[in-house]
Nanobody, 125 residues
Framework: QVQLVESGGGLVQAGDSLRLSCAAS???????MGWFRQAPGKEREFVAA????????NYADSVKGRFTISRDNAKSTLYLQLNSLKPEDTAVYYC???????????????????WGQGTQVTVSS
């Protein structure tokens, strides 16, 4: 069984930066990993995803150029660097693991098998 635990969220001002971490336990060898977010009253949306090797990434258009996904497989940890934060980035951020990816960086929540509990990011204007 895979368990994911996010950390690093907080309250920041517009323009600030944050680094989110997602610590994984259990077997995650070969898994693709992703970050999603959910704002109040909205559906959970894709933010970024990364292949096992780290060679391939995919980003939502809304965060391209501002957020960077990375992973350290030796530490079983996934990261999301959030720069130039905007109030519209306010949401709970979730880490997710995709076991049956077939080499595709999926953007739908339905393709991910394991989820963390989320970490709150609040950006004030």
């Amino acid at each position: 069984q895979v368990q994911l635990v996010e950390s690093g969220g907080g309250l920041v001002q517009a323009g600030d930066s944050l680094r989110l971490s997602c610590a994984a336990s259990g077997r995650t060898f070969g898994y693709y990993m992703g970050w999603f977010r959910q704002a109040p009253g909205k559906e959970r949306e894709f933010v970024a995803a990364m292949s096992w090797s780290g060679r391939w990434t995919n980003y939502a258009d809304s965060v391209k150029g501002r957020f960077t996904i990375s992973r350290d497989n030796a530490k079983s940890t996934l990261y999301l660097q959030l720069n130039s934060l905007k109030p519209e980035d306010t949401a709970v951020y979730y880490c997710a693991a995709d076991r049956d990816h077939s080499g595709t960086l999926y953007t739908s929540v339905h393709n991910y098998d394991y989820w963390g509990q989320g970490t709150q990011v609040t950006v004030s204007s």
